[in-house]
């Protein structure tokens, strides 16, 4: 079946930057953008950006420009989100999701980042 | 970062009808279709509503959603102790260039 597989939880400390993983199965990389969003405890759903694993091509909100890198291996069907200048406000559960025309239909369980020093 | 508002809570008796609306603007629900997800605690959202008015399968037909210009309700009928989650709205952002999320509501079985 379709999944999405992300790695474990990661501990940083404040100026430091993270990458989160996520593994695909059950169905064709390539064809199916991948977005990553955030959830700070007791927060909403804040969107992080999306990567086109085909082409490579990412898109980030200006929020995060200059701070977010989306790649992809399609070797291992497996996308990254790295956020770099960490701080305690980045602490949040990283979820990512692929998307099916408009519609967020598959989401990984989640990465919980913790930023502390 | 959220344009899109939500209210923070709503509530309702077993059976009641419950719905959510989402405020947006011409960018975003002005010109696309917005979708719905219900999340649990401690659990990743699910997709409930999708393309305005479209239930994937396997969501309750009690579940029902609308969108009329910059705006979009979720309705909820017939109650269920189990309905007790957050909701988000969702849609892409012609400005923004990237999806945005509601604010989120939380629902309450009375």
């Known amino acids: 079946q379709v999944q999405l597989v992300q790695s474990g939880a990661e501990v940083k400390k404040p100026g430091a930057s993270v990458r989160v993983s996520c593994k695909a199965s059950g169905y064709t990389f390539n064809a199916y953008y991948l977005h990553w969003v955030r959830q700070a405890p007791g927060q909403g759903l804040e969107y992080l950006g999306r990567i086109n694993p085909h082409t490579g091509d990412t898109n980030y909100p200006q929020t995060f420009q200059g701070r977010v890198t989306m790649t992809r291996d399609t070797s291992i069907n497996t996308a990254y989100m790295e956020l770099s200048r960490l701080t305690s406000d980045d602490t949040a559960v990283y979820y990512c999701t692929r998307e099916d025309v408009t519609t967020f239909a598959v989401w990984g369980l989640g990465t919980l980042v913790t930023v502390s020093s | 970062q959220p344009v899109l508002t939500q209210p923070p809570s709503a509530s309702g008796t077993p059976g009641q009808r419950v719905t959510i609306s989402c405020s947006g603007s011409s960018s975003n629900l002005g010109r696309n279709v917005v979708s719905w997800y219900q999340q649990l605690p401690g659990t990743a959202p699910k997709l409930l509503i999708h393309r305005n008015d479209q239930r994937p399968s396997g969501v309750p037909d009690r579940f029902s959603g609308s969108k009329s210009g910059t705006s979009a309700s979720l309705a909820i009928s017939g109650l269920q102790s189990e309905d007790e989650a957050d909701y988000y709205c969702?849609?892409?952002?012609?400005?923004?260039?990237?999806?945005?999320f509601g604010t989120g509501t939380k629902v309450s079985v009375l």
């Open positions: 969702a849609a892409w952002d012609d400005s923004l260039n990237g999806y945005v």
